[in-house]
Every structure is written in C-alpha cells, then in structure tokens.
C-alpha cells in the first residue's frame, strides 16, 4: 500500500474526526476503505516530508502556481506578500529561486500581437509562403516580439529593410484603429481643441455617448470600448486624457498602484469621469485600475459573465480582473473561467452555484488566500476525473451532461471536451472539503492559522 500524500492523510483523519464514516471518506476520496482504516486506527500516520529541500510546501506550491495561472500579470513580489500572510517564513530571495521551480516549463502563452497577425494577411511585401510562416511562428509563439519576426522573415528570403517592416507594421496598426464616420472628424475637431486640465470657465470635451463600466474591467477594455462607441480612436481618447492613462495601460500589470502615479489618480479619475460623463464613485467602484476596492486582495483575470454585459448593452467579451474566490456569476449562474477558456452556462446545476455561495460565506472567517490554499488541498483530494467515460462516478456524470447539453446548444463553439466542464462539474466536490481543511489547519496551529485577521467578506 503506497504512502499518501501527506494532505490528503490528513483530510482523512479530519473527515474521520468529522464523524464521516470509513465507507463514505473512502467513496469521498477514491481510496479503498482498509486505506481509510489505516489511517483512522493510526497504523499509519500522515507522512512527514522527508530532507524537505524546498521551503515551499507542496500546498504553497500550488496556491503559487494557481494564482500564476488565473491572474497571468501578477507580479512576484505581490506573491510574496500573500504567501507571507498565509505564513511562508523565508527571505525575499529564496522565495524567488523557487518561483522558478514552481513556474510551469511553459508559462500560458498570451494572446498572439493581432497587428502581427494582421500584417501577414495584408502586407504586400510578403509571398504566401511568408505570410503563412508568420502564422505558424505566432502560433507557437504567441509573445514573439516583432524584431525577431523580421529575423525569421529575412532567413526565408525576405528582401525589404527593417524600416519598411516596422512602418507596414504601423499602417497595419493605425488603420485597425481608424474608422469612418461622418461625425467623427467633427467630433474629433472638438476633442483636439479641448485639452486635459482645462480652466475653470474653460470649455471641456464631454463625448457624446456616455459608457457604463463593468464591474473589474480593465482599463485597456474600457477605454477602447469608450473611444468605439464614439467612433474614435484609442489614440484620439488618449489625447484628451492625463499622460496617467498611457502609462496606466502601456503597463502590463494595471492594477500595480505604482507610488509615482497614485498622486495622480484622483485628477485622472475626475477626468475620465467628465469625459465619459460617469459617476466618479462609479467609475472608482468597478475599474481595478483606480484601486476598486473588491479588487484589492488577490484578484484573477477572466470574462465577465455575459447575462451582466448584456444588460449594459455590451455583446464582446470583456476581460476583468475579479477577487480570486469568485468562480461564477451567481445572479445568472455562469462558470467564469480562466482567461482564454469559455464560460459556461451553470444554471443547470444549481449545487454549483450554492457551492459558490458556500465560499462567499467562508470569508467571513478566512482572508481569500487561506481559501485558495484550501481549495487547492482540496482539489488535490479529489479524485482525478477518470480517463474512461465509464469510471465516471454518477454524479459528476450528470453534471457533465447537463453543463454539456445547455452550452452544446447555446454556444456551437465550445467543444464538449473542455477543461472548464470538468472543473465546474467538480467544484462542488472540491468547495464541499474546503471547511475541513481549513478548521484542521486552525486547530494544529498551522502557519495558516497565525496569519492576520481575515478581511470582511466582498460582494463582486
Ligand atoms: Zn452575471
């Protein structure tokens, strides 16, 4: 009988001393009950980790590479600092050669430069054959910077200068953004006589179609969507706005309050506010880049729910970073997925959403991150979803059905193979372990236990 990994040993004994019978901690956990036994007899005892030569324990490790995973721009200091509230004890710079370890081999790739891919579609300059080589190259290597593109190009025979690649590069790039409409160059006229920080008295460019914002949208969303509704470019919207903007979203990680632009922030909210014709305390409410309050625990990035942009008249997806605990939309019952991944409608199964309901309630008593790490031992618990249809167990079966047949029928584009079925249909499982974990972890004065008192709960 080989050893268990030491967490799950002790979700055994804490489910034992939960009152779970063997028989159900053995069904729960996919374990044969003289597994279970052995364990609860005290035969065995949870396995100490043996010549530990990493710091971060495995649940560390996950919560790290979980968190890397679901907000993609998180800086490693900001790990840093959640790791140390959820009591990892070592310096600054162990915990940044382990990162390394704990990083995937392969980081998840961003999206492709869309100019660059648009530019292998419309270039004169290039063959087919070029063309279908920048393709393939970006397909690989969706962060392929522009300059090593050229140098790919050049080994095929490509004959134009470096100068004439980056200025095709930039039509591509201007004219994605151009868009013809007769009030537009009257409107542009006013945007350009009007300046930020105009004077009292002064005239202010107000645009004419204001732009609600939605709930932990980016900047780099909200603003593109601003300056479309009023047929102008980014460009154009930028101009009227304080240098904070550009910055703001020339910079990967907007939700870093940079201490050289927090001065600023209330002057660039009041004027975004003005020329957007918003509430301020709205604007400041929902955009994480102003330092949105339900944003500043740790945050994950995904789409919001399609129900709540629907109701703000917004048909394309919109990327928003929500606090990391929130799996769905529980007013319409949809799976918010990690960024790039679909999400699904959940309504189906209503244990999904109570499961959700189930975690909102535990931050009464635990910070987010003390949730994470628990959720992630959890998920560690469960079993894997089995290869074959088969070994499914029944009600992981039916809930895939279920997720499957609603979002097979509403969105043709999902395949009924994703990921993001399985983890919503594990989910309850993985929530239903969650408070287990966590009060074992508070009674063997586990460094979770001794981090700072949790936060107030937040509603998205
Ligand atoms: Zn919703």
């Not at 070994?391 to 395949?415: E, M, Y």
């Not at 994703?418 to 063997?444: F, M, Q």
Request: positive net charge; contains cysteine; charged residues 25%.
């Amino acid at each position: 009988m080989p050893m268990l990994p030491r967490d799950r040993a002790e979700l055994i004994l804490a489910l034992g001393k939960a009152g779970w019978s063997v028989n159900a901690i053995a069904e729960q956990l996919g374990y044969s009950p003289t597994t279970i036994r052995s364990y609860l007899s005290g035969r065995k005892t949870p396995g100490v980790r043996t010549a530990r030569t990493r710091l971060l324990t495995d649940a560390l490790a996950d919560y790290s590479r979980q968190r890397l995973t679901e907000d993609p721009h998180l800086r490693p200091n900001a790990l840093f600092k959640e790791l140390k509230e959820l009591g990892f004890q070592a310096s600054r710079a162990t915990f940044y050669r382990e990162l390394q370890q704990v990083k995937q081999p392969s980081d998840p790739p961003s999206h492709p430069d869309q100019d660059l891919l648009d530019l292998a579609g419309r270039s004169r300059l290039f063959t087919d054959a070029h063309a279908d080589h920048i393709r393939q190259c970006l397909a690989r290597d969706p962060n392929l910077r522009p300059n090593a593109l050229f140098k790919e190009l050049k080994g095929l025979g490509f004959q134009a200068s470096r100068a004439t690649f980056y200025r095709e590069l930039r039509q591509v790039r201007q004219s994605a953004e151009a868009r013809s409409d007769p009030d537009r160059d009257l409107l542009l006229d006013l945007v350009r006589r009007s300046r930020p920080g105009a004077g009292p008295g002064e005239h202010t460019v107000v645009l004419p179609r204001p732009v609600a914002p939605i709930t932990g949208e980016l900047l780099s969303s909200y603003l593109p969507r601003l300056a479309h509704a009023n047929h102008l470019t980014l460009a154009e919207v930028l101009a009227v706005l304080p240098t904070w903007f550009t910055t703001k979203i020339n910079n990967p990680d907007e939700l870093a309050q940079h201490h050289m632009l927090a001065p600023a922030t209330t002057d660039a909210l009041s004027a975004l506010a003005r020329l957007a014709r918003t509430n301020p305390q709205h604007l400041a409410g929902a955009l994480p880049a102003f330092g949105a309050a339900h944003t500043r625990g740790p945050v994950r990035a995904t789409t919001a729910c399609r129900c709540c942009t629907a109701r703000r008249g917004v048909t394309e997806p919109v990327p928003v970073h929500l606090p990391v605990h929130l799996k769905l939309c529980t007013r319409h019952g949809i799976w918010l997925s990690d960024t790039g991944q679909p999400n699904l409608d959940v309504t189906g199964c209503p244990e999904i959403i109570t499961a959700q309901h189930r975690a909102n309630r535990l931050l009464r008593r635990y910070t987010p991150q003390q949730l994470v790490l628990a959720h992630e031992v959890a998920l560690a618990a469960v079993p894997p979803w089995p290869a074959t249809p088969a070994d499914i167990p029944l009600h992981w079966r039916h809930r895939l059905l279920t997720l499957q047949t609603i979002n097979h029928n509403r969105r043709r584009d999902i395949g009924t193979d994703h990921d993001a079925y399985t983890r919503a249909a594990k989910y309850p499982d993985v929530i239903a372990l969650v408070p287990g974990i966590l009060s074992i972890r508070e009674n063997k004065q586990d460094p979770l236990a001794t981090s700072p008192r949790p936060r107030p709960p937040r509603r998205p």
